[in-house]
């Protein structure tokens, strides 16, 4: 059984910095895709990060430049580092893996089979 877990969303003032989590059971990040996506509030869930199962990695034009992807094997941890956070960061953090070794990643939603519950992020002005 597959899952996701995702910390280190917090609430910052804009300018600052966060680290989220996402530690995962059951999935390897060599099996296929492991994205992350956030969602605001009234808006659709979008695409920040991705990286695929060789350790590629892309990013949504949003957050080229501020934010980063890394991951620890041993603790099969997937990190984002956000820097330069802007109030319209805010939203919904969510870990997402689809399987797939060396298949492309990309944003698309519904080609993603696991989920986190999610971590917020609170950017203030």
């Known amino acids: 059984q597959v899952q996701l877990v995702e910390s280190g969303g917090g609430s910052v003032q804009a300018g600052g910095s966060l680290r989220l989590s996402c530690a995962a059971s059951?999935?390897?990040?060599?099996?296929?895709?492991m994205s992350w996506f956030r969602q605001a509030p009234g808006k659709e869930r979008e695409g920040v990060a991705t990286?695929?199962?060789?350790?590629?990695?892309s990013y949504a034009d949003s957050a080229k430049g501020r934010f980063t992807l890394s991951k620890d094997n041993a603790k099969n941890t997937l990190y984002l580092q956000m820097n330069s956070l802007e109030p319209e960061d805010t939203a919904m953090y969510y870990c997402?893996?689809?399987?797939?070794?060396?298949?492309?990643?990309?944003?698309?939603?519904?080609?993603?089979?696991?989920w986190g519950q999610g971590t917020q992020v609170t950017v203030s002005s």
């Open positions: 059951g999935y390897t990040s060599s099996s296929g895709c």
């Open positions: 990286m695929d199962s060789n350790g590629k990695t």
């Open positions: 997402a893996a689809k399987e797939g070794r060396g298949s492309w990643c990309g944003f698309v939603r519904y080609l993603y089979r696991f």
